[in-house]
């Protein structure tokens, strides 16, 4: 579970939009990591390091690529996945694999993401 959240960090941050967007990933981020430590899979000791979590400046980055390469369109998109993603619910025992699977489920909708804004924030994770 520890690496499938590490993914999630990685691609909420390389597909975020601009102004309070980039801080609303991290927010979404923060939440489903929390909501996902009570999936019974989860080793107890195995915590999600915090360097997995964006910082400001690479916060301030990726709204400095979003400002430059991101359409109206592409962070509207942006911001339905994250919304999808907060939506989700708590994982246990009986919906551990339906909450897995949504997770990516929520990140099929950036398939409509521009090249141009993709490639504006692939600079944005390190």
Not at 113 to 123: I, K, N, P
């Amino acid at each position: 579970m520890k690496k499938m959240y590490g993914v999630i960090a990685v691609a909420a941050m390389a597909l975020t939009g601009c102004g309070n967007l980039c801080e609303d990933i991290a927010d979404t981020f923060e939440s489903v990591a929390k909501k996902g430590e009570t999936c019974p899979s989860n080793d107890p000791d195995d915590t999600i390091p915090s360097d997995v979590s964006p910082t400001e400046a690479q916060i301030n980055q990726c709204n400095e690529a979003v400002e430059k390469g991101c359409t109206d369109a592409d962070r509207e998109l942006i911001e339905k996945a994250m919304d999808c993603l907060n939506d989700l619910p708590q994982c246990t025992a009986a919906n551990e694999t339906a909450f897995q699977s949504s997770i990516f489920g929520c990140y099929i909708g950036l398939a409509g993401v521009s090249e141009a804004c993709l490639t504006a924030l692939s600079g944005t994770v390190q």
